[in-house]
T-cell receptor
Framework: RKEVEQDPGPFNVPEGATVAFNCTYS??????FFWYRQDCRKEPKLLMS???SGNEDGRFTAQLNRASQYISLLIRDSKLSDSATYLC???????????FGAGTTVTVRA | DVKVTQSSRYLVKRTGEKVFLECVQD?????MFWYRQDPGLGLRLIYF???????EKGDIPEGYSVSREKKERFSLILESASTNQTSMYLC????????????FGSGTQLSVL
């Protein structure tokens, strides 16, 4: 079983719509959670960290559910520029390595 | 802003060749990493380094080696390239030992024929 699993999508949504997707992780000892964004043919960049209480950054909201071992990302009022692949990243407390999901692709259409 | 520079954007090599991928970061980061990214598999860690001359194996080190002679430079070496090493290679660096924010280079697409 993969350490981090994501629905690959693609999620095709119109501008202004809300889109949400999850990521599940297998290691219950995981301590830190992140969403990275990767544009087509570009390198990944940190979008936001995910805190236990949930957190927002503008139109983006991240949630953590430890009991069910998943994190989520919600994008409100989607923009064309939100089209990208979103990578779920998890760090175990046992080491310093990060585990990456394969990504969820979001396409926002005009 | 942090800059992580990879020496080549595209590289084509033949099976059996020795291949060097170079990575340089300009922010005095302690940690440096090499990942490969393949469709459907996500990023997989090959090797990482927390200090000069120090290296640790990641999840898929077979067929690769690394060198970190200077803090700013981390090289990935394919001793004898094979077709299954055709992939996108991404170098990354981070400041703290707990590597939460990674800064990535723009990647090297390596094709082994």
């Amino acid at each position: 079983r993969k350490e981090v699993e994501q629905d690959p999508g693609p999620f095709n949504v119109p501008e202004g719509a809300t889109v949400a997707f999850n990521c599940t992780y297998s290691n219950s000892a995981s301590q830190s959670f992140f969403w990275y964004r990767q544009d087509c043919r570009k390198e990944p960049k940190l979008l936001m960290s995910v805190y236990s209480s949930g957190n927002e950054d503008g139109r983006f909201t991240a949630q953590l559910n430890r009991a069910s071992q998943y994190i989520s990302l919600l994008i409100r009022d989607s923009k064309l520029s939100d089209s990208a692949t979103y990578l779920c990243v998890v760090r175990s407390s046992n080491d310093y390595k990060l585990s990456f999901g394969a990504g969820t692709t979001v396409t926002v259409r005009a | 802003d942090v800059k992580v520079t990879q020496s080549s954007r595209y590289l084509v090599k033949r099976t059996g060749e020795k291949v060097f991928l170079e990575c340089v970061q300009d922010m005095d980061h302690e940690n440096m990493f090499w990942y490969r990214q393949d469709p459907g598999l996500g990023l997989r860690l090959i090797y990482f380094s927390y200090d000069v001359k120090m290296k640790e194996k990641g999840d898929i080190p077979e067929g690769y080696s690394v060198s970190r002679e200077k803090k700013e430079r981390f090289s990935l070496i394919l001793e004898s390239a094979s077709t299954n090493q055709t992939s996108m290679y991404l170098c990354a660096s981070s400041f703290r030992r707990i590597n939460e924010k990674l800064f990535f280079g723009s990647g090297t697409q390596l094709s082994v024929l």
